[in-house]
């Protein structure tokens, strides 16, 4: 998709022009320079819709289509009402086939053009998702090829990165539509592997069951012994700037997910492919940076393997030893994730990171806390704290804290080794696995982002939504700003 920026609504450029307005505005800002044949169309066209959420649809044969629609009150049309008319609107220009169309909607109160430009684009590009690629018939294409946004303060800088975490986004969600017998961890592998191809700024080392062994992940090696598939462990690198500690982005990436011998149940397990989108949003993110060039530096590490039952597979009651030195009795195997995690954070430590973020769909249990609006996310560090809550309200990816206090720790302790990978009772089980992974991380700066209600869109129509990149690019983002 191809998105521009334009300073005033033009005729002769596009198939279609969409127009929206307020009733309790004037919208002649919006129609400046505008031919006097459009103002007149449209006036009158605004004269057939009167209550929010209508439109209405004009077509003539020699001159573009035009939609116009009715966004509410100028004092109610906020981010929300901004996403939802785009909600609204996109499935109308789809249908219609039309090649190239121009949007021009009033400008928010709350928020700068800068702000607004990127939303839209995000929303527009999330509609036009489609993932085809093992449909032989009835294939949704889009004839849709250009978009062009007509918001005259907004800047071509903050187009460019919305077009560029739009890239990543689309990586993250075709990964994680991927199935499974597809997307191995060799197949991650060879994804980030093609992006170090594309950027010379991106450089990629993957380990195999060999060198995973040298290394001592005894704790990810124990969930990949129940696999034929063999496990990757990936470090993904890019640099964008000299002599600066890295961010380093730790993505769970369990391609599938049958809980090992604590065995899921079987209705829906078909989502379990999603359980690799903690590493496929890493691998987003890493694309963002090189495409924008952000003059920073930032580590990937992405644990990759498969959880299934088998005569290899981990037990209910074995002991492992991590990367760290920690013992861990594993009494549910389907805590599969905290225990590939465990030996990525400790491999952390090497680069000296100024901090390091997590991303996992991790547990069912931030499902039932915050369903899947709002990602979880855990931190003993309050400025840290911070600043996630702030790049979620400036990305509009919606992020919550969650408390991490020492208390619920007690809950992991046990009797034959140092920890227990999970909990004899269901209280509080997004906290205690962040207190799992809380123990591999003393010694740099860390939060965890559980992602399980917000990577993917559960049910019939299920599809991945490539959540959280745009927090995390704009994590990156701050960073940048404020060094």
């Given at each position: 998709m191809?998105?521009?920026?334009?300073?005033?609504?033009?005729?002769?450029?596009?198939?279609?022009?969409?127009?929206?307005?307020?009733?309790?505005?004037?919208?002649?800002?919006?129609?400046?320079?505008?031919?006097?044949?459009?103002?007149?169309?449209?006036?009158?066209?605004?004269?057939?819709?009167?209550?929010?959420?209508?439109?209405?649809?004009?077509?003539?044969?020699?001159?573009?289509?035009?939609?116009?629609?009715?966004?509410?009150?100028?004092?109610?049309?906020?981010?929300?009402?901004?996403?939802?008319?785009?909600?609204?609107?996109?499935?109308?220009?789809?249908?219609?086939?039309?090649?190239?169309?121009?949007?021009?909607?009033p400008p928010l109160i709350a928020n700068s053009p800068d702000w607004q430009i990127k939303q839209m684009l995000l929303q527009i590009d999330a509609q036009c998702y489609e993932f085809n690629d093992f449909k032989t018939t009835n294939k949704k294409n889009s004839a849709l090829k250009t978009v062009d946004f007509c918001l005259p303060e907004a800047s071509q800088e903050a187009l460019n990165t919305g077009k560029a975490t739009t890239e990543g986004v689309r990586l993250t969600r075709w990964l994680g539509d991927l199935p499974a017998n597809h997307c191995t961890p060799t197949f991650l592998s060879l994804q980030a592997k093609n992006l170090a191809k594309q950027h010379s700024n991106i450089t990629v080392t993957v380990f195999g069951r060999d060198e995973m062994q040298n290394l001592g992940m005894g704790a990810l090696l124990a969930v990949a012994q129940g696999s034929i598939e063999p496990p990757r462990f990936i470090e993904i690198s890019y640099t964008g700037a000299n002599k600066q500690a890295p961010i380093v982005l730790v993505g769970k990436g369990v391609t599938f997910d049958a809980g090992g011998i604590s065995l899921k149940p079987a209705p829906s397990m078909e989502e379990m492919k999603y359980d690799m989108c903690g590493a496929a949003s890493v691998l987003g993110t890493i694309k963002v940076c090189a495409l924008l060039n952000l003059p920073i530096n930032v580590v990937g590490l992405i644990p990759s393997t498969e959880n299934l039952p088998s005569g290899t597979a981990i037990k209910p009651g074995d002991v492992v030893t991590s990367l760290s030195g920690q013992t861990i009795e594993i009494i549910n195997t389907d805590a599969e994730g905290r225990l590939i995690l465990a030996d990525a954070l400790t491999y952390a430590e090497r680069f000296k990171p100024s901090w390091v973020i997590d991303i996992?769909?991790?547990?069912?249990?931030?499902?039932?806390?915050?369903?899947?609006?709002?990602?979880?996310?855990?931190?003993?560090?309050?400025?840290?704290?911070?600043?996630?809550?702030?790049?979620?309200?400036?990305?509009?990816?919606?992020?919550?804290?969650?408390?991490?206090?020492?208390?619920?720790?007690?809950?992991?302790?046990?009797?034959?080794?140092?920890?227990?990978?999970?909990?004899?009772?269901?209280?509080?089980?997004?906290?205690?696995?962040?207190?799992?992974?809380?123990?591999?991380?003393?010694?740099?700066?860390?939060?965890?982002?559980?992602?399980?209600?917000?990577?993917?869109?559960?049910?019939?129509?299920?599809?991945?939504?490539?959540?959280?990149?745009?927090?995390?690019?704009?994590?990156?983002?701050?960073?940048?700003?404020?060094?």
């Amino acid at each position: 998709m191809d998105y521009v920026l334009s300073q005033s609504i033009e005729t002769n450029k596009n198939d279609c022009i969409v127009v929206g307005f307020c009733n309790d505005t004037q919208f002649d800002h919006q129609l400046a320079n505008c031919s006097p044949e459009l103002i007149k169309q449209l006036t009158q066209l605004s004269k057939k819709i009167h209550e929010k959420g209508d439109w209405v649809w004009q077509t003539e044969i020699n001159t573009p289509s035009v939609l116009l629609f009715h966004c509410g009150k100028q004092s109610e049309f906020d981010a929300t009402a901004l996403t939802q008319n785009l909600i609204d609107i996109t499935p109308l220009i789809i249908k219609q086939k039309v090649k190239s169309v121009q949007i021009s909607l009033p400008p928010l109160i709350a928020n700068s053009p800068d702000w607004q430009i990127k939303q839209m684009l995000l929303q527009i590009d999330a509609q036009c998702y489609e993932f085809n690629d093992f449909k032989t018939t009835n294939k949704k294409n889009s004839a849709l090829k250009t978009v062009d946004f007509c918001l005259p303060e907004a800047s071509q800088e903050a187009l460019n990165t919305g077009k560029a975490t739009t890239e990543g986004v689309r990586l993250t969600r075709w990964l994680g539509d991927l199935p499974a017998n597809h997307c191995t961890p060799t197949f991650l592998s060879l994804q980030a592997k093609n992006l170090a191809k594309q950027h010379s700024n991106i450089t990629v080392t993957v380990f195999g069951r060999d060198e995973m062994q040298n290394l001592g992940m005894g704790a990810l090696l124990a969930v990949a012994q129940g696999s034929i598939e063999p496990p990757r462990f990936i470090e993904i690198s890019y640099t964008g700037a000299n002599k600066q500690a890295p961010i380093v982005l730790v993505g769970k990436g369990v391609t599938f997910d049958a809980g090992g011998i604590s065995l899921k149940p079987a209705p829906s397990m078909e989502e379990m492919k999603y359980d690799m989108c903690g590493a496929a949003s890493v691998l987003g993110t890493i694309k963002v940076c090189a495409l924008l060039n952000l003059p920073i530096n930032v580590v990937g590490l992405i644990p990759s393997t498969e959880n299934l039952p088998s005569g290899t597979a981990i037990k209910p009651g074995d002991v492992v030893t991590s990367l760290s030195g920690q013992t861990i009795e594993i009494i549910n195997t389907d805590a599969e994730g905290r225990l590939i995690l465990a030996d990525a954070l400790t491999y952390a430590e090497r680069f000296k990171p100024s901090w390091v973020i997590d991303i996992a769909t991790l547990t069912g249990a931030m499902v039932i806390s915050l369903g899947y609006v709002t990602t979880g996310f855990m931190t003993a560090d309050d400025q840290l704290a911070a600043i996630i809550a702030k790049a979620s309200a400036e990305s509009n990816d919606k992020a919550w804290r969650l408390p991490l206090d020492n208390a619920y720790q007690e809950a992991l302790d046990s009797p034959v080794a140092d920890m227990l990978n999970s909990t004899f009772d269901r209280s509080a089980g997004s906290i205690t696995a962040a207190c799992f992974l809380s123990r591999f991380t003393k010694n740099y700066r860390w939060a965890h982002l559980d992602i399980a209600g917000t990577a993917w869109v559960s049910g019939k129509n299920r599809q991945a939504t490539g959540r959280p990149v745009p927090l995390l690019v704009e994590l990156l983002l701050h960073v940048i700003h404020t060094r």
